[in-house]
């Protein structure tokens, strides 16, 4: 029985079923009876398992096929009618050609299948700032994940009523044949493909795939921003409270950040930090013309290897209750999960991410796979902010980009203004660790951590950001700060603590927001006076000489910076805006 009498919605529809012929079809309500059917048939065929009720209440084991564990970035297209829009630095393909290709794939591929049809807001339902995707999958697993990681029911139809703003996503697992496996993004039509994958980042259609490639370019043409950014609270002693959007390549603590738990010292005088989201912001300007920014997604879909109750509690916390866990090793002891990383007592008596034996304690080979996954219900995190379910949102104070760089940036510094900081993220990049030899690899550009992501010609990406600018009056704009906690010694060691000490920077950050503290001016923006970042209660871990060498700035460096960030920006040609060249060349003659 269908849940809407959208024409554009039945007619959609219609046209897939005609292609991929399922046995039957089972609209997605969002009842929690719905659910618990759906999870006892799936436990019913082993598409999951179901977990120890007490130690995890409602918690299943799914595993995925052994060629299917992680985004195929050189499987994923953007779709525009010339290459150009699409853009240098992601995979196009011709939209009628690639149609052609994916149903010549699809097709028949639901037979003996059943079609779940799941309406879903990205955002809370009925929001100013959220949108509405149809996700048509023949996985249960999929529904499950969905239903955690987004906001799926009947209020999603209520809400979209006749409109045809919502954006079409079709799945189909076909064979799990990774030769034929793509994801492809249609932006022109609202459209996402995805074939021959199981595994979350390929078939969860709600998260990179609509929420940030099809939604940058909704963005751009509706004037809002969709990115890839953690958003949080920093509460102060005073009960003020003031948010921050992130953005970090991976492997740079962005999980971390956006859970992260004050310093005792901190604690002790009241701080607090709230997690809006851990992943992905979006962002519009409120009528006092600040920027205000939501978390679309409802869920978190974390990696698990590393994730123990030091190095992140509250994402640890988030998975106690109400979670899929993907690819981890199986508890059969206790009939729990276990990964490398989560403790020191790895279970002798287990089965591995494949499904064969696996004894922790003698075993050599990894229990988890690296990039096993947790998908855990938002409401579960100890450090969720209250206003997670603001419909308008949390109004953002300062922009944060980071990456890992060992002798170059510095701890933090602030863009001088707007274009000098859409610069910074523009050329923001993460250098890859060679672990044996300490020797320091590749750098890796990944602009405002959307190079996998942007939906569109990052060229004009860069020129939405700088026409965002000149729409907002400088008082009223988030200032924009660059932070590195990757500093190295010349033995290699890292010269800052790290993951809670975290806080004393966002506080600097902050109180720069707000006039508080000044700062020294440098080649590449403001710099904190070391004074200005406490260093109570770890005296003892890092020094204030420390704090100023890693504060400081190597003109040298930066020089070649500067022509690494050229050649970069070289791939864009005509398209790059003069803003950032501006900025560029304002670079070049400070650091000679």
């Known amino acids: 029985m269908a849940l809407t009498t959208n024409k554009t919605v039945l007619s959609w529809i219609d046209e897939q079923v005609d ?3 399922p046995d039957k079809i089972v609209w997605i309500d969002g009842s929690k009876e719905q659910i618990e059917a759906l999870r006892a048939e799936a436990c019913a065929t082993g598409e999951i398992i179901k977990l120890n009720e007490e130690l995890l209440p409602e918690c299943f084991l799914h595993r995925t096929a052994q060629n299917d564990v ?8 953007i779709c525009t009618p010339t290459k150009e829009e699409a853009g240098p630095t ?47 999958t023949d996985s249960i697993y999929v529904v499950l994940n969905m239903a955690i990681m987004t906001r799926i029911g009947k209020a999603v139809f209520d809400v979209l009523g006749d409109s045809n703003d919502w954006v079409r996503g079709l799945h189909c697992k076909c064979n799990i044949d990774e030769e034929n496996r793509y994801i492809c993004h249609f932006p022109q ?23 940030l490639r099809i939604a ?12 890839h950014m ?32 004050p310093p005792e010292g901190y604690k002790a005088k009241g701080y607090k930090v709230w997690c809006v989201g851990d992943d992905i ?9 600040r920027l205000y920014a939501i978390n679309p997604e409802n869920g978190f879909f974390g990696v698990a290897p590393g994730t123990n109750e030091k190095s992140n509690f509250n994402a640890l916390a988030s998975t106690k209750k109400g979670t899929i866990f993907t690819n981890v090793v199986h508890n059969l002891d206790d009939n729990t999960v276990w990964w490398e990383g989560l403790d020191k007592n790895p279970p002798k008596n287990a089965l591995d991410w494949l499904g064969n034996p696996w004894d922790g304690t003698t075993s050599d080979k990894k229990g988890a796979h690296p990039n096993s996954r947790f998908t855990a219900p938002a409401q579960n995190c100890p450090a969720l902010s209250p206003e997670f379910e603001n419909p308008n949102g949390v109004p953002i104070s300062a922009f944060v980009f980071g990456g890992r760089r060992a002798k170059l940036a510095p701890l933090v510094y602030q863009a001088k203004d707007w274009n000098s900081g859409v610069f910074v993220g523009s050329s923001m990049a993460s250098e890859t660790t060679a672990a044996a030899t300490g020797a320091v690899g590749v750098v890796r550009r990944d602009p405002m951590a959307m190079l996998p992501f942007c939906g569109y010609n990052m060229a004009d990406y860069f020129k939405h950001w700088i026409e965002i600018g000149k729409d907002l009056d400088p008082e009223k704009a988030p200032k924009i700060f660059n932070v590195n906690w990757f500093r190295k010694d010349d033995e290699g060691n890292f010269l800052w603590p790290g993951f809670g000490e975290n806080l004393r920077v966002l506080d600097w950050i902050i109180d720069r927001c707000e006039g508080r503290v000044d700062a020294v001016e440098t080649p590449i923006g403001y710099v904190p006076y070391a004074k200005d970042i406490n260093l109570e209660g770890i005296e003892d871990e890092i020094s204030y000489e420390t ?8 003109n040298a460096l930066w020089k070649e910076e500067a022509a690494n960030i050229e050649e970069f920006y070289a791939q864009f040609g005509d398209r790059l805006p003069q803003e950032l060249r501006d900025s560029l060349n304002k670079l070049k003659a400070a650091v000679e």
């Open 216 to 227: 940058s370019y909704q963005g751009r043409n509706e004037g809002w921003q969709a990115e």
């Open 70 to 77: 992680a985004r195929v970035e050189h499987r994923t297209f």
């Open 281 to 289: 912001a979006w962002i519009r300007k409120g009528a006092d013309g």
């Open 90 to 136: 992601n995979n196009w393909k011709d939209p009628n050609e690639c149609y052609a290709m994916l149903r010549e794939i699809a097709k028949d591929s639901y037979k003996g299948r059943t079609m779940y049809v799941i309406p879903y807001s990205m955002g809370p339902i009925g929001s100013p700032l959220s949108k509405i995707g149809v996700e048509l």
């Open 19 to 21: 292609l991929v012929k």
């Open 189 to 211: 039509d609202n459209t996402i493909i995805s074939v021959n994958s199981g595994y979350g980042g390929n078939v969860l259609l709600g998260k990179k795939c609509f929420a």
């Open 547 to 554: 704090l100023e060498e890693i504060l400081k700035v190597d």
């Open 230 to 261: 953690l958003i949080l609270g920093l509460e102060k002693p005073n009960g003020e409270v003031k948010y921050i959007c992130a953005a970090f390549p991976s492997a740079c603590g962005k999980t971390n950040l956006a859970m992260l738990i």
